[in-house]
């Protein structure tokens, strides 16, 4: 009968002995739909996040588990629940007097063959009743999500729960918009940021700018969970001169047997009352501060800052007088800037390039960059760095692009540029977000080749409006509901998917989601190993003295 039924439809179906573990009972398009889980299935075999298929009449609806609960036909039987050792009656009881309802929600609709295009069809409507419902295999889940096999928009970034097949990103859709990492401390945030960005490194789909506060992403780094004598390799070891190392601390980074390609240093002209704004929160600052920085820039020009902190002592109300501002705040203003003089990559003339003229020079190149902080991790050296860099990137950023939309000459458009900030709630809390180079650039959508890689372990302290304008979220554990809640804003059907964020394995699981992805998936992430390394192009140490022998021998002869 099974069979006449599957003909009838006119659709290849999966096999109903080894995949069906359930049927479909209730629902509705708003709430999701219910399935009564099979008695021959456990469901301690069934999780929260598992990717399942429902075989419609017409469609197959592609749907993620959300919850599960128990069930009885009558209350009066859990009044006297079965002993240990009567196995028979809790055969008798299982599945006809109590079962297994699993709450699913279907994320995305198909009909028969029909693979996934780039604009998925929403779900509009509901599969019937006594719909089977069905484990994902390996074709659905490469039809729904891309292979990178065929299709070189696609990266692997794990596999589905109890499921042994590639979940792939659209790294072209990725780059199209800014992006979230979110996961509370130790769930492997900077790890899916590796990842990620060797996809894109790998494909070549976006050049990169990563201010790596941690000094994590450039060269080798501490692996997630070891006890500090495990390593695992950076971007510039993977894939050599595609990626430049920029330093803050050339020390440092030397001690740590790293020679940087180029050392970077920051004038003091180079600051912008904007920059210093930017650190309102992190220096304390009062608004009548900050208008006192604009009318010392009001007055020196460039020069402001400078100005500013060469005057000491008794001079400052002095200077309040000549300018007309309050005292007590350019006093503060003064005081707490001062701090910008300790860092030791501060400078009253530059000597060499211009930090922000070399890395365009690196960008338009499609050579990626990684800039290292050494010791200087003190998050305002952080925010001033990061804000003062971008914004003069982002401004050069506009001018090619308005050239090309000028001149449409292909040889003028503007390779796309991806920044990846840590600790992004610093730079784009309701506070800053309006004021930060980086609200700017999230709220632009890539209108100027320019979008963010955000990653923080509190999206509940970003912006809302900045929020709903990621396009793709991966997500890792979070406990905190603000958390949760924060990192959902203006995602549909959001309940469901919050039930799954808070059941997340606190290692190698994320949840993916939004304009890259089809549907929201739970995936565990591929491991970041020698395997890892080969795929990326990584060669081993006898293969690389074999390449190089090998060149030598055309080159010189045998």
Known sequence: MNELWDDLNGKPMHDLNNNQIGVVTKGSLTEGVEMKLNPDRSVEDVKAGKFVVIEGYKNQFFSMITDLSLDATNPDILLYPPQDGDQLLHSVLNGASTYVTVALRPMLMLEAGEEVVDEPRPVKTIPSHFSKVVEAEEEDVSRVFGSEDRDDRFFNMGTPLDMDTPVCLNLNRFVERSNGIFGKTGTGKSFLTRLVLCGMIKKKKAVNLIFDMHNEYGFQAMKEGSSGDSFVKGLKQLFGNQVALFSLDPASSRQRGIQPDHEVHIAYDQIAVEDVVALQDELQLNPTAAESAYLVAAMYKNKWLRQLLSVDGPGIEQFAEELGANKSSLSALHRKLKRIDSFPFMVTKLEGADAVDTMMDYIDRGIHIVL???????????????????????????????????????????????????????????????????????????????????????????????????????????????????????????????????????????????????????????????????????????????????????????
């Open 372 to 558: 290292e902080f050494g010791r200087q991790t003190s998050m305002l050296a952080y925010l001033l760095v990061a804000n003062i860099l971008s914004r003069r990137i982002h401004e050069q950023y506009i001018k090619k692009s308005e050239k090309y939309y000028a001149s449409q000459n292909p040889a003028d458009k503007p390779k796309q540029l991806v920044i990846t900030i840590e600790e992004a709630h610093k730079f784009l809390n309701p506070t800053t977000a309006k004021q930060t180079i980086f609200g700017i650039i999230a709220r632009e959508m890539r209108k100027y080749y320019v979008s963010l890689l955000v990653v923080d372990q509190r999206p509940s302290g970003i912006d809302e409006e900045v929020l709903s304008q990621l396009g793709t979220k991966i997500t890792a554990l979070l406990n905190d509901e603000k958390d949760i809640q924060g990192v959902l804003t203006g995602v549909s059907n959001a309940a469901g998917l919050r039930s799954v964020l808070a059941s997340l394995d606190s290692k190698q699981q994320a949840l993916m989601f939004g304009h890259a992805v089809p549907m929201p998936v739970v995936i565990k992430t591929r491991n970041y190993d020698e395997d890892f390394y080969r795929a990326m192009g990584d060669l081993t140490e006898e293969e690389k003295a074999e390449k190089a022998e090998a060149a030598s021998a055309a080159l010189f002869g045998d």
